[in-house]
């Protein structure tokens, strides 16, 4: 069974940064894509960034230029580095596995998820 834990999430002024990190345990597959979601209070989840294990990467309108994914192939680990940010990005980030390598941001195509990190930013 894949358990996904995310660490990394705080409070942090506007147009600051904040590194948000993803390790997995029980990864069986050979190829597969990682992302990162999040949902505010009394919103919808919505996709931030995908990463498959070849590499590709796809990223949400609102965070394009400003985050960045990436991962440790050895230590199954997907991180999120996200600068310049802004109060708008408040949210719980959760991290999501799919068990298939094509990029996706349709929340309902992951299979398995973290408990999240919360992200705060204050103007």
């Known amino acids: 069974q894949v358990e996904l834990v995310e660490s990394g999430g705080g409070s942090v002024q506007a147009g600051g940064s904040l590194r948000l990190s993803c390790a997995a345990f029980?990864?069986?597959?050979?190829?597969?894509?990682m992302a990162w979601f999040r949902q505010a209070p009394g919103k919808e989840r919505e996709a931030v960034a995908v990463r498959s294990t070849g590499g590709s990467t796809l990223y949400a309108d609102s965070v394009k230029g400003r985050f960045t994914i990436d991962k440790d192939v050895a230590e199954h680990t997907l991180y999120l580095q996200m600068n310049s940010l802004k109060p708008e990005d408040t949210a719980m980030y959760y991290c999501?596995?799919?068990?298939?390598?094509?990029?996706?941001?349709?929340?309902?195509?992951?299979?398995?998820w973290g408990q999240g990190t919360q992200v705060t930013v204050s103007s």
């Open positions: 999501a596995l799919r068990q298939w390598p094509d990029l996706t941001l349709d929340r309902w195509s992951y299979n398995f």
């Open positions: 029980g990864i069986t597959y050979n190829g597969y894509s």
